[in-house]
C-alpha cells in the first residue's frame, strides 16, 4: 500500500518523466535524420537536413522552459505551503470530484483585486493563477503563473 500511495502522490511527476524521455527519444532521432540529410549530396536533401536541424532545437528550447517552469512551480507553492499561504480549496464540487465552475468563477474577482493591488507580489500572483485555473481559465491561469515566476525569480525567494 505505502508504494501505491507514493506512486499515487507522484503520478504527475511520472507522466511528465514519461513525456520528457519520449521527447529527447524523438529529439535526438530528429537530430540524428537531420545530421544524415546534411551528409547527402544532393543538395535539396542538404536544404531539408538544415530546416529538419531546427525542429530539435525548438523542442529542446520548448522542453527546457517548461521543465524549469514546473520546477520554479513548486518551488513556489512548497513556500506557500510552509507560509500557510496557499489558497483553501474549499469551493464545491461535483459527485465526479471537478470543482464548480460558478462557485470557482464566484472566487475568482477576490484573487484578481489581491493581485491587482499589490502587482509585485508574487504570492498574489501565484493565488490568481490557483482560481483562473479552478475557474476554467487555462491560458489566464498560465499567463498570472508566469507572471508571479517572474517576480519570484526577482525576489530573494527564488
Not at 3 to 32: C, D, E, H, P, Y
Not at 41 to 56: F, H, M, N, R, T
Amino acid at each position: 500500500m505505502g508504494a501505491l500511495a507514493f506512486l499515487s502522490r507522484q503520478r504527475v511527476k511520472i507522466g511528465v518523466a514519461l513525456v520528457t524521455v519520449l521527447l529527447v527519444f524523438w529529439l535526438v532521432v530528429a537530430l540524428q535524420r537531420s545530421v544524415l540529410l546534411l551528409g547527402d549530396p544532393d543538395p535539396v536533401a542538404k536544404a531539408i537536413g538544415a530546416a529538419y536541424l531546427l525542429l530539435p532545437g525548438v523542442g529542446a528550447w520548448a522542453m527546457i522552459r517548461e521543465l524549469l517552469f514546473g520546477a520554479r512551480t513548486e518551488r513556489m507553492a512548497r513556500q506557500l505551503e510552509a507560509e500557510g499561504g496557499l489558497p483553501v480549496d474549499d469551493l464545491p464540487r461535483t459527485p465526479a470530484g471537478r470543482i464548480v465552475r460558478s462557485a470557482a468563477d464566484e472566487a475568482f474577482p477576490a484573487y484578481r483585486a489581491e493581485a491587482e493591488a499589490d502587482p509585485e507580489n508574487w504570492r498574489r500572483w501565484f493565488r490568481r493563477s490557483c482560481a483562473a485555473a479552478a475557474a476554467g481559465a487555462r491560458k489566464r491561469a498560465r499567463r498570472a503563473m508566469r507572471a508571479a515566476g517572474k517576480l519570484y525569480a526577482g525576489s530573494s525567494g527564488a
